[in-house]
């Protein structure tokens, strides 16, 4: 009968449990999702000469009941329709209707901001907001309107 020292007395039966162990615990892959909460994008500024606001709020509120968006002007405030949001690829879409005239959007979220087209009786045109961390003052609107920045009916 062959004679075990200490240290291999010790170790055959860690070594027995390691390999036992990825048999018993195996667990299933993670699937990203976005947490539930309140995600705020925006281009809201304010107009140096008239003080007028100009720009657009889009506030998304996921929960496990169902995710809610609303669409915001300084003139307007409309709770989007048809909002579909694909977890894994982060690809969001939901349209606007009412008396002020209806759009569609189309696009991705991402950590930073909100990027697609909007399509409405115009045609179809980029949109950036950024993601909007917390409140603060209100910005000045660039004096050389470009991009999503612009004065809106």
Same mark, same amino acid.
């Given at each position: ?22 048999? /018993? ?57 048809? /909002? ?14 009412? $008396? ?20 409405? $009786? ?21 004096? $050389? ?9």
């Amino acid at each position: 009968m062959p004679v075990l020292n200490p240290t291999m007395m010790i170790s055959l039966p860690l070594l027995g449990l390691a390999l036992a162990a990825p048999a /018993v615990a195996r667990s299933a892959p993670a699937k990203p999702v976005w947490a539930t909460g309140t995600f705020v994008y925006a281009d809201l500024c304010t107009d140096t000469e008239s003080g007028e606001r100009a720009g657009r709020r889009i506030v998304l509120k996921r929960s496990p009941t169902g995710d809610v968006l609303s669409y915001e002007t300084p003139s307007r405030s409309a709770r989007a329709e048809g /909002v579909t949001l694909d977890d894994s690829t982060k690809e969001l879409s939901f349209q606007v209707g009412g $008396e002020e005239g209806g759009f569609a959007f189309r696009g991705t979220l991402a950590t930073d901001a909100l990027v697609g087209t909007v399509e409405d $009786e115009a045609g179809t045109r980029p949109l950036r907001l950024r993601r909007i961390l917390r409140s603060h003052a209100h910005e000045a609107c660039p004096g $050389e309107v470009t991009g999503s920045i612009r004065t809106r009916p």
